[in-house]
């Protein structure tokens, strides 16, 4: 079983401009690749029972968040991501036994717009042919739930 998970998703913006910058917007780094580290983690290790964070803010947008979520039994996880760093995507697994690792778990490098064409590609068959979502709303509310925790968190 886990007893420590640490994920990580950090790119380089490279544009004041651009809608991720912007809070009326719903910007930030939380919920443009936050949204992926905190899913991977909640599907391993469950629903945190705690939530520590820090992170930095420009404008009410958060840049960098790093947070530690607590866990039933003792577990726990990290998760950190950034819209102001080198590229990042990482994934570890720890368990009694062994550490599972996992380089580029969310967008592939080399073809970035395929993990998003095939999110847009599972939905739109979803929508056309009456078929269920890859992901329950509720488990997109349960995370978004974690998401504002880790957010109030930095924020004090």
């Not at 607590?70 to 990042?88: C, K, L, Q």
């Not at 778990?105 to 590609?121: A, G, I, N, Q, T």
């Amino acid at each position: 079983a886990p007893t420590y998970v640490h994920a990580t998703f950090g790119f380089r913006l490279g544009s004041n401009e651009n809608f991720r910058t912007q809070a009326s917007l719903g910007g930030g780094a939380l919920l443009d690749v936050g949204c992926y580290a905190a899913n991977v983690t909640r599907a391993i290790m469950g629903e945190p029972v705690d939530v520590v964070a820090q992170g930095t803010f420009d404008g009410g947008v958060d840049i960098t968040v790093s947070a530690l979520l607590a866990f039933a039994d003792g577990r726990s996880a990290t998760v950190w991501v950034s819209m102001d760093s080198p590229s990042e995507q990482q994934l570890a697994v720890v368990t009694q036994q062994d550490v599972h690792r996992m380089e580029s778990p969310f967008v592939r490098p080399r073809r970035p717009h395929d993990s998003y064409r095939l999110m847009v590609e599972s939905f739109d068959d979803s929508a056309l042919h009456g078929r269920p979502v890859a992901l329950a709303p509720e488990d997109s509310i349960a995370n978004m739930k974690v998401l504002d925790r880790i957010r109030a968190a930095a924020t004090r």
